[in-house]
């Protein structure tokens, strides 16, 4: 029989084979089986072979037993039999998998009321429980492979119930184990659940968790676990479970209420400390059970067992199936209150940022997001009063976490993180960096600024690389309308994944809280700096470093990222929370508000936000945001109004501007149209409408103050036609607009004049009544160059606002009174600020005449700008004909003035040398030599009358006033210079004056830079100058003269012989005097010579004396002094390329030796014929030009061939220069050689020198080239200002 359960059996026949290897039969293997004499070993091997043929060959087996009922209901009760006579545990199990099997394969019912009748008749009569183990294994698998199973246990055979519950009190954790387990699949069937409700209630609860409080196996302590899970799905039983427990009020009176009893909390507390880490997981997870259903009712009674120290614990574990369980629980954990005020998160913090930083290491995002989603809960939720973090080092660690996660590439975690980041650096009632850092919490830490900088700016640059690029630099006005709201991105968020948008809405979250934390710890001395930083050296760890990064940080990433937000959608949460972190940062750097605030207007955020408020805070919807909105709007502006109006410090301007619009921006939520046509409403007769007026002077302060910085959001003809009708409306109805409003409407009107068209005498008459009824026009003046325009443009406006407007537009110009001392008229910087004003100018000169009543009447400030106008319009409009006018004004001016001034006013009036200064201008206008009419000659008079009362010390009103005068004998004609010259001899305290000043020369002391002209040696040039031209014309005119001057003549030769640092122009000033002396032979009606040498009263004169005499009043050695210093001073101009001192040096070296001429012919041939002259030839060759062909070489080639001195120049050279001018191009030379050029030609063909005639021929026609060349040459200005003096070229050089 044995041999034929293995083989094909003759017996039985082939029917009964399996298709096994080797072959079964199935009717050999259920004899041997039911056969009580076989061995077990036989059996076992049998069971083996049917459960691999259950296994590999069901069908077949079906196939053989399904046919015959008798036969299965045989085999399995065979089976079923042998549960109770095999003690062999391997061989049960075969035999309860076999058994199991073949019920399944056979899907009939009938087997399996058998088995369950059988089951039940076999516990009934059973003597002890330890021989129902296989009974309760067999049912536990039929019922977890046979769906229906459970649900036909608990219908049809729940007197089995019963048995399983005493099955639970035996003392065997096996039966134990295996009835859990059968519990288990009965609780998981919601029939089951349901029928066997009231079993748990009354009986199985308590049994059930004694047993699992007890259970020392893992079998049972899982299985148990297994049902306990099975029940926790039913509030119902977990109700029962925690119904045990007393109420939370009860439990916090008594912490100890848990001693001695069994409930669940201490039960699943007990598995977390197994230290096995699949108990912890189960266990953790029965907890996050319980507390799903309410964990405000369950929570208590699990915080009280500190169970939530126990899971912390559970964290520094490897398992992601107990980390994530953990993690689930503390979540449930969170809501509830008394978790925190326990202090459980203070004693796990520590372990679950550890935690996170092992998670991060795991690739399980599930689990990064998880765990991020705790943190974040932890943080959002611990109280203030109570510190999370209890040293810095967990603090900085946390902050790495979330730097880590932030930059982790899968997004859903990045998100999370940014979640948390936000939680982390939110405000101080919920941050945690106040827990770390609040002084009244932890005093030696300082405030990681830096690790926070870090953090936040990766959030920052995180989300921006998420956010697709701006498509263009466009303003943040043109953003949230540039799509019709039809378009699909308005009508949604499909272009903009919703993820990455909460991304958005975090981060700016985030980027709000830092803000905000700034602005907290500005009060708090403690947070300001870090109190470690070593002495002597600074910290990059301060509030202000972060505070500054806060601000840089917006406006690198967070504005551009928003911006490209909105490119493609608009959502009303994340433009609040941009709005709010904006208005935020206004005071989180207080030095920078005021840039901030116009880095934002000009990039049209005025705009932005009123669009924002129209379309999404219309008829009281979204109050959260049309307040963050307005509170932004009106910071903004009184940021703009404390930044534009720097001359006005009106606190209660600023108050009123700040009461209004606190009231009225919240009310303010309408479209850009309508709110133009709300500003030209008229309210009712009779009926003063405060709200209208409100919403209409809002309104204009906000078009102002975009307006000043560029947003011109509203087209300018409409624009200008509601502010006209706002005005005309408000003065026909007696609204007394504040000032500020009117200042605001003055300037849209100004700057949108030239889109609209030009007002009617209705607008004109209003304005000017609105104007008329000021107190001071300041107080609606804005210094901008269109208002300006305005008022000048309109003739009602001029006359009666003009000199006012002038007057406050150079008051708020910026200049300093240092830039006013140190300017001189070669300066052109200082002329930038008054641009604006000169196309008004030229387009109106009677605007002239209020600046020169400014000139007059206001301060020196004032009175040097507009000269620095008046200058710069001279200058760049040479064909506005305005001298005249000018001239005339200013003759008023000065005789007002000398009538009603002293001489002591007129030295304190500060404002006479600026106008002084702007007359000598106006004159140096006239290029060429002009008629003087009557007008100059009261000019001349009135100057010299007002020299005359001054002293020398008077430099700023005697430089521009001896300019003058010099100017009027030098560019003028004959009969007007002869006039001219009267006059000025005519006034003896203009000739005292005179004497003083050149007495003065040699007393002053040197400047320590001689290159430098100071004011007095500015004055002591013109002096000079002017007496040298004096004399000059006294003598050709032979004018009377009333008073002399003298001059000591050996202080003169001195300042040119020893120079003593004397500045070049005042060196250049005397030589001219000088030369006038000479031509005159020392003899002048003008002018007394006073000289220190004495002549020999000695019988015997020496033969010196004799050349002395004839050449008085000067000394030989006087003259070969002079003439050694002239030739020196040549060679200066040489090396420093002095353009004005070799002309003078020259002429003063000719006026010499033509005065030595007459006076000894021997002595003026003998110095023309000095050896020191060709070197000095020489030296003047050798330098960058290298040619005959400059004036200074050809005047003294001229000198020397009019004295016949040959050794200093040869027939040769003379060849040399013929023959270089004549490859020359003629009309090309500089004025000055032409000149010299032509007067050595000329003395050639009047000399003795000896030219060949081909030569003669050349000089003729270079002759006739140069005259012809000079009268075709244009003259040029001859009156130049070289510092502060006038110098006249053709007087040095002639």
């Known amino acids: 029989m044995a041999a034929g359960a293995t083989v094909p059996c003759g017996d039985h026949g082939p029917r009964w084979a399996l298709p096994l290897r080797p072959p079964l039969c199935l009717a050999c293997a259920v004899q041997t089986l039911g056969d009580g004499s076989a061995s077990l070993v036989r059996k076992k091997h049998v069971l083996s072979r049917l459960q691999d043929a259950l296994a590999w060959q069901a069908l077949p087996v079906v196939q053989l037993l399904a046919p015959d009922e008798r036969v299965c209901m045989h085999l399995i009760g065979t089976l079923f039999g042998m549960l109770h006579s095999v003690e062999d545990s391997s061989a049960l199990n075969l035999l309860v998998e076999v058994l199991v099997r073949l019920v399944v394969e056979l899907k009939s019912e009938q087997y399996l009321y058998c088995i369950l009748d059988e089951s039940q008749k076999e516990l009934c009569k059973a003597t002890t429980m330890r021989s129902s183990l296989p009974m309760f294994s067999l049912l536990g698998k039929l019922a977890d492979a046979i769906p229906g199973f459970a649900e036909i246990l608990v219908v049809k055979h729940n007197n089995l119930v019963d048995h399983l519950l005493m099955g639970l009190t035996y003392p065997n954790e096996g039966i134990k184990a295996a009835v859990c387990y059968l519990y288990g699949k009965l609780y998981s069937s919601p029939v089951g659940t349901e029928r066997l409700s009231g079993h748990f209630e009354e009986r199985l609860c308590g049994v059930f968790l004694n047993t699992l409080g007890c259970a020392q196996t893992k079998e049972l302590q899982i299985n148990c676990?297994?049902?306990?899970?099975?029940?926790?799905?039913?509030d119902h039983f977990v109700s029962i479970f925690m119904n045990n427990l007393k109420t939370e009020e009860e439990s916090s009176e008594n912490p100890d209420f848990l001693e001695g009893e069994n409930p669940l909390p201490l039960v699943l507390k007990k598995l977390l400390l197994t230290r096995?880490?699949?108990l912890q997981a189960a266990s953790s997870h029965c907890m996050a059970a319980v507390l799903v259903h309410s964990p405000s009712r369950y929570a208590p009674a699990f915080i009280h067992a500190d169970v939530p120290e126990f899971l912390f614990e559970c964290l520094l574990c490897k398992s992601e199936i107990l980390i994530w369980s953990v993690y689930c629980c503390l979540l449930l954990l969170t809501e509830e209150r008394l978790f925190f005020s326990k202090c459980h998160t203070v004693y796990g913090i520590e372990s679950l940022v550890r935690s996170l930083q092992g998670v991060l290491l795991l690739n399980n995002v599930e689990l990064h997001k998880q765990g991020l989603l705790l943190f974040t809960e932890i943080l959002k939720r611990q109280p203030v009063e109570i510190k999370l973090f209890t040293n810095r080092g967990v603090c900085i660690e946390a902050i790495d976490v979330l730097m880590e996660t932030v930059n982790c590439p899968v997004l859903e975690v990045a998100v999370e993180a940014v979640k948390a980041v936000a939680a982390f650096l939110r405000d101080c009632a919920s941050c945690v960096c106040l827990h770390l850092l609040r002084k009244d919490h932890l005093s030696s830490p300082p405030v990681p600024y830096e690790e926070l900088q870090k953090l936040l700016e990766a959030v920052l640059k995180r989300c921006a690389d998420l956010s697709p690029p701006q498509s263009s630099k466009r303003h943040a006005g043109d953003l949230l309308f540039s799509v019709p709201q039809s378009h699909p991105a308005n009508r949604n968020l499909g272009r903009v994944p919703q993820r990455q948008g909460q991304f958005l809405l975090n981060t700016l979250e985030s980027f709000r809280n830092a803000c905000r934390l700034a602005v907290e710890f500005q009060g708090d001395f403690m947070a300001q700096e870090n109190a470690f930083t070593a002495p002597n050296s600074e910290s990059k760890d301060t509030l202000s470093n972060f505070s500054e990064f806060l601000l840089r940080i917006c406006d690198s990433l967070c504005i551009p990222m928003v911006m490209s937000y909105l490119e493609r959608a608009v959502s009303p949460s994340v433009t609040e929370v941009f709005i709010s972190a904006l208005n935020t940062l206004f005071t989180v750097v207080p030095s920078m508000r005021n840039k901030f605030s116009e880095k934002l207007a000009s990039s049209s955020f005025i705009r932005l936000t009123l669009e924002l408020k129209a379309r999404y805070c219309s008829v009281q919807s979204n109050p959260v945001l049309n307040n963050t909105c307005s509170s932004f709007l009106c910071s903004l502006c009184l940021n703009l109004y404390s930044a534009t109006e720097k001359m006005r410090t009106s606190s209660q301007e600023e108050q009123e501007m700040s009461e209004l619009l606190q009231k009225g921006l919240p009310q303010l939520n309408y479209t850009i149209a309508e709110s133009l046509l709300l500003l030209s409403e008229t309210p009712e007769p009779f009926f003063l409408d405060q709200s209208l007026c409100s919403h209409q002077h809002c309104f204009i302060l906000l078009l102002y103050f975009a307006y000043t910085f560029g947003d011109r959001f509203v087209p300018d003809a409409e624009l200008f036609l509601a502010v006209r009708n706002f005005l005309l409306s408000a003065q026909d109805h007696g609204d007394c607009s504040p000032p500020h409003i009117l200042r605001a409407a003055l300037y849209l009107l100004a700057v949108c004049q030239d889109k609209g068209k030009a007002l009617d005498m209705r607008s004109l008459s209003t304005i000017r009544r609105i104007l008329d009824n000021l107190p001071d026009l300041s107080l609606v003046y804005v210094h901008c160059p269109l208002l300006l325009k305005f008022f000048l443009r309109y003739p009602e406006f001029m006359g009666r606002f003009g000199h006012q407007v002038l007057q406050l537009w150079f008051s708020w110009e910026h200049c300093k009174q240092t830039e006013v001392e140190e300017v001189d008229f070669g300066s052109s910087d200082q002329l930038n600020s008054a641009n604006p004003l000169l196309p008004i100018l030229k387009s109106n000169s009677s605007i002239l005449l209020i600046l020169l009543d400014l000139v007059s009447s206001s301060s020196v400030e004032v009175a040097w700008k507009v000269l620095m106008t008046l200058r710069t319009f001279l200058e760049r409009n040479e064909d506005v004909l305005v001298c005249d006018l000018l001239r005339s004004r200013f003759l008023q001016i000065l005789q007002q003035l000398l009538v009603e001034s002293s001489s002591a006013t007129l030295q304190a009036n500060r404002n006479l040398p600026i106008l002084l200064s702007l007359l000598f201008l106006v004159q140096l206008r006239s290029k060429g030599i002009r008629e003087l009419d009557s007008t100059d000659f009261k000019l001349l008079h009135q100057i010299c009358n007002l020299c005359g009362k001054c002293n020398p010390r008077d430099t700023d009103l005697l430089q521009p006033s001896l300019n003058f005068l010099y100017w009027s004998l030098h560019q003028t004609t004959p009969c007007s210079q002869q006039r001219a010259v009267a006059v000025l001899l005519s006034n003896v305290s203009l000739l005292e004056l005179l004497q003083k000043v050149l007495e003065c020369t040699w007393l002053w002391s040197p400047p320590s830079r001689p290159a430098c002209l100071s004011s007095e040696d500015a004055l002591l040039c013109s002096g000079w100058l002017l007496v040298a031209s004096l004399l000059l014309y006294q003598h050709r005119y032979n004018t009377e003269v009333h008073q002399t001057l003298s001059v000591d003549l050996t202080e003169v030769l001195n300042a040119v012989i020893f120079r003593n640092k004397k500045p070049i122009l005042l060196l250049v000033?005397?030589?001219?005097f000088l030369r006038a002396v000479l031509r005159q032979n020392f003899s002048s009606s003008l002018l007394v010579i006073v000289s220190q040498n004495t002549a020999p009263s000695a019988a015997q004169p020496q033969p010196s004396s004799l050349q002395d005499s004839a050449l008085h009043p000067l000394a030989m050695q006087q003259v070969f002094s002079l003439v050694v210093s002239l030739q020196n001073l040549l060679v200066h101009v040489q090396l420093q390329k002095d353009l004005l001192l070799s002309p003078a040096v020259v002429a003063c070296l000719e006026?010499?030796?033509?005065?030595?001429?007459?006076?000894?012919?021997?002595?003026?041939?003998?110095?023309?014929?000095?050896?020191?002259?060709?070197?000095?030839?020489?030296?003047?060759?050798?330098?960058?030009?290298?040619?005959?062909?400059?004036?200074?070489v050809l005047r003294l080639m001229t000198l020397f061939v009019r004295y016949q001195s040959s050794n200093i120049i040869s027939q040769k050279e003379i060849?040399?220069?013929?023959?270089?001018?004549?490859?020359?191009?003629?009309?090309?030379?500089?004025?000055?050689?032409?000149?010299?050029?032509?007067?050595?030609?000329?003395?050639?063909?009047?000399?003795?020198?000896?030219?060949?005639?081909?030569?003669?021929?050349?000089?003729?026609?270079?002759?006739?080239?140069?005259?012809?060349?000079?009268?075709?040459?244009?003259?040029?200005q001859d009156i130049v200002c070289l510092g502060s003096v006038a110098v006249s070229l053709s007087h040095i050089g002639d």
């Open 276 to 278: 096995d880490e699949m």
């Open 1215 to 1276: 060849s040399q220069i013929i023959q270089e001018a004549a490859e020359a191009n003629i009309a090309e030379l500089p004025e000055a050689t032409s000149h010299a050029l032509h007067l050595f030609l000329s003395q050639i063909q009047n000399s003795h020198y000896q030219v060949e005639p081909e030569q003669l021929g050349i000089i003729q026609t270079l002759l006739d080239r140069l005259l012809g060349q000079r009268t075709m040459c244009v003259k040029h």
């Open 1151 to 1192: 006026t010499l030796v033509e005065y030595l001429y007459v006076k000894n012919q021997d002595v003026a041939l003998h110095v023309a014929s000095q050896p020191w002259h060709r070197f000095l030839l020489f030296t003047l060759l050798s330098g960058g030009q290298n040619s005959f062909l400059q004036p200074e």
């Open 1069 to 1072: 000033s005397i030589m001219q």
């Open 225 to 234: 676990l297994g049902l306990l899970k099975e029940l926790l799905k039913s």
